[in-house]
């Protein structure tokens, strides 16, 4: 079954401890991306990247690092996460940056 | 700099009624569009794009949306609303030239029996 996996579905967490949320395509896609939804202000992309070793920032990327090292994989890391960053977050991939497949998406709290 | 504006937070429309859920966007270039649906607990969901092409464009479940360009708008409309078609629709823009996605804010469309 084509899809997008992104683990953990839920995480709790504390002000500054790093954490890493994962994501994984097997649809072959070059192009992979991430994105926040908060109440009121839709969806907000993170970072995006185009290939392997190949990323570039969206709208919103201070506080987030991104890695693609193999084209299935593209992990969203949190170095030092804050308070502001509790969101809903949501893994995509597609085909040249066209229609996107979303994961199924990963609630995040920083307390 | 890309933007989208979806200007109703919420729309409300009758089973059987026709809908519109609005959509304008500024953009550099030529604009790539996009609608995208969140059903209650569910993830997004594709259901057009605009790229090129005849300006009346046919998705998924019912959906179609016109482009216009002198507007710079790009309207999700469907014939006859169901009480299913209740969720979150986002619109989405990116240039021909930028792989950078912006979406708009969002509009609830709330259909009633």
């Known amino acids: 079954e084509a899809q997008v996996t992104q683990n953990p579905r839920y995480l709790i967490t504390v002000t500054g401890k790093k954490l890493t949320v994962t994501c994984s395509q097997n649809?072959?896609?070059?192009?992979m991306s991430w994105y926040r939804q908060d109440p009121g202000l839709g969806l907000r992309q993170i970072y995006y990247s185009m290939n392997v070793e190949v990323t570039d920032k969206g709208d919103v990327p201070e506080g987030y690092k991104v890695s693609r090292k193999e084209k299935r994989n593209f992990p969203l890391i949190l170095e030092s996460p804050s308070p502001n960053q509790t969101s809903l977050y949501f893994c995509?991939?597609?085909?040249?940056?066209?229609?996107?497949?979303f994961g199924p998406g990963t609630r995040l709290t920083v307390t | 700099a890309q933007s989208v504006a979806q200007p109703e937070d919420q729309v409300n429309v009758a089973e059987g009624n026709p809908l519109t859920v609005k959509c304008t966007y500024s953009?550099?270039?030529?604009?790539?569009l996009f609608w995208y649906v969140q059903y209650p607990n569910r993830g997004l969901q594709f259901l057009l794009k605009?790229?090129?092409?005849?300006?009346l464009v046919k998705g998924s479940y019912g959906f179609e949306a016109e482009f216009n360009k002198s507007q710079t708008s790009f309207h999700l409309k469907k014939p006859s609303a169901l009480v299913s078609d209740s969720a979150l629709y986002f619109c989405a823009v990116r240039s021909d030239s930028s792989y950078k996605l912006i979406f708009g804010s969002g509009t609830r469309l709330l259909v009633r029996p």
């Open positions: 953009v550099s270039g030529n604009p790539y």
């Open positions: 995509a991939s597609s085909l040249w940056a066209h229609e996107q497949y």
């Open positions: 605009y790229i090129t092409g005849d300006n």
């Open positions: 649809m072959n896609h070059e192009y």
